[in-house]
């Protein structure tokens, strides 16, 4: 166990019965790769079992949070917590980045704030923590780190703005939507992509965004502005 997974313990207060598993949780497979004869397994079998784990923990969260809300717009929540821009939120937050295991080509490409590896960790983190300890502690974490700051931070609010789209140009009869990424531009470590939706030859709005889908959603919401729909979404 390094000096560096002890002091996360200590930040979040949490014991792990087995350190193997913390560990696990923060392996990427490149590091594994590089460490062949090392025994060590990566995380990506935990980040399966943690994505299903934290499904049914904001699902519990929901039902109970919201009585009368209908099933719909549960699922459209559920999606906006879940979702891989908000995982990134939480794993920085948490400063996650700074305890995982890298190949050094990984980490030479700024793989240690990449959003995609971030968003997986938190998940592999919750699929040990859930492991080791179950399902009872996990759901305590998440009172603490997840749910209280979405709930405080207005979070819980609908933010898939693709969905909303879709259902407003089916509902008026506009037509289909088709999603561009148009630019990729900053270094590999600080990757920026750039997303245009159009309606036929319209282009109805342009975004940008750490990721492809953080910059379509973007995109979506000034296509919703545009159409009247929505406000303008703050410039990132």
Known sequence: MSADLKRLQQKLNI???????????????????EHRFSGGQDNERLEFLGDAVLELAVSEFLFGLYPNRPEGELTKLRAAIVCEPSLVKFAEALEFGQYVLLGKGEELTGGRSRPALLADVFESFIGALYLD????????FLRAHVFEQITQDG???INDYKTRLQELAQH????GLEYRIVEERGPAHEREFVSEV????????RGSGRSKKEAEQQAAARALH?????????SK
Request: aromatic fraction near 10%; include cysteine; glycine fraction near 14%.
């Open 133 to 140: 300890q179950g399902f009872d502690v996990v759901r305590t």
């Open 198 to 205: 159009y309606m036929g030859e319209d282009c109805l709005g």
């Open 15 to 33: 014991s792990f019965k087995n350190r193997q598993l913390l560990k696990q949780a923060f392996t990427h497979a490149s590091y594994v790769n």
């Open 172 to 175: 008026q009869g506009l037509g």
């Open 226 to 234: 545009r159409l009247g729909a929505g406000s303008e979404p703050k």
């Open 155 to 157: 979070k819980l609010q």
